[in-house]
């Protein structure tokens, strides 16, 4: 991926490249267009009691795909939620649900972004939070911080089982409006994640947190097996997301596990 005045352009690699793409990216939020409805208006899409989930994939996959595309007219929120997922699966029926859903949305959304004849490869796994392999991510738990990953350009989860903590919630913030209407840039804003492994990702600064969350962000809970989360986390999407802190109360029943899909260029 390159980024080449207001353009990207995929076609890209290491991940010092990324972290560029990711400065740039978060630098032209300042001047991008805004939601039309203000941040994460008309987020949410329902699966309803009575749908028949596999009939409704393609209505739901436009549905999702056009709400996450940010385009220079009729900007959509960026993220979405799809409620209702419990009155049809159980667990594993839900996970596979999850992921021809996320197929079907990446194929919408790639045809709306440039450079989307690429090639890419989509990753689906299980993350158990606090559980994470050390030597392979540098910690045991997920990134918390209002941050953007570094690699992926969209990316869904869909939580659960969870059990045995406090706390947990998923924050988005929309940073647009929020650079925007501040006059700040990447520099202002942001800093890089420190990481054990190759490469950082930009998190935005503690003295902003409060702030941006307060108004251009959205608290959607802790979710659970109800709901699966979509993100647009292309170079210049501008949505941010992280965790409220996650507080253990029962060390022996502690579980907080999330499938994920998630999707990324593959270097040439
Ligand atoms: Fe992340």
């Known amino acids: 991926m ?12 290491q991940a010092t490249d990324m972290m560029v793409l990711r400065r740039e990216g978060l630098d032209r939020c300042a001047v991008a267009p805004l939601a039309v409805d203000g941040p994460f208006a008309d987020m949410t899409v329902r699966l309803a009691p ?56 990446w194929t919408e959304f790639r045809a709306g972004i440039p450079g989307g004849d690429r090639e890419f490869r989509i990753k689906t796994g299980t993350v158990a939070d606090g559980a994470i392999p ?45 650079l925007r209407g501040r006059g700040l840039g990447f520099a202002d804003a942001f800093t890089w994640s420190s990481e054990s492994t190759e490469g950082s990702k930009p998190v935005l600064r503690p003295e902003h947190c409060r702030s941006a969350v307060a108004e251009c962000g959205v608290d959607v809970g802790p979710l659970g097996p109800d709901a699966i989360v979509f993100v647009n986390n292309m170079p210049d999407a501008g949505i941010l997301h992280g965790v409220r802190p996650v507080e253990v109360t029962d060390a022996a029943a502690f579980r907080r596990e999330y499938h994920r899909c998630s999707v990324k260029e593959v270097s040439p």
């Open 2 to 13: 390159r980024g080449r005045g207001n353009a990207i352009e995929l076609g890209a690699t």
């Open 50 to 105: 009575d749908d028949v989930p596999g009939r409704e994939l393609p209505r739901l996959a436009a549905a999702v795909a056009r709400r996450l595309s940010r385009p220079d007219h009729r900007v959509g929120p960026g993220a979405v939620l799809v409620t209702g997922l419990a009155a049809h699966f159980r667990p594993a029926a839900a996970r596979e649900f999850h992921e021809d859903l996320f197929r079907a949305v």
């Open 134 to 178: 050390e030597e392979l991510y540098g910690s045991r738990w997920s990134f918390k911080d209002l941050h953007v990953d570094r690699e992926v350009l969209l990316f869904s989860h869909l939580y659960g089982p969870v059990a045995g903590f406090a706390g947990g919630e998923l924050l988005l913030v929309d940073v647009r409006p929020y």
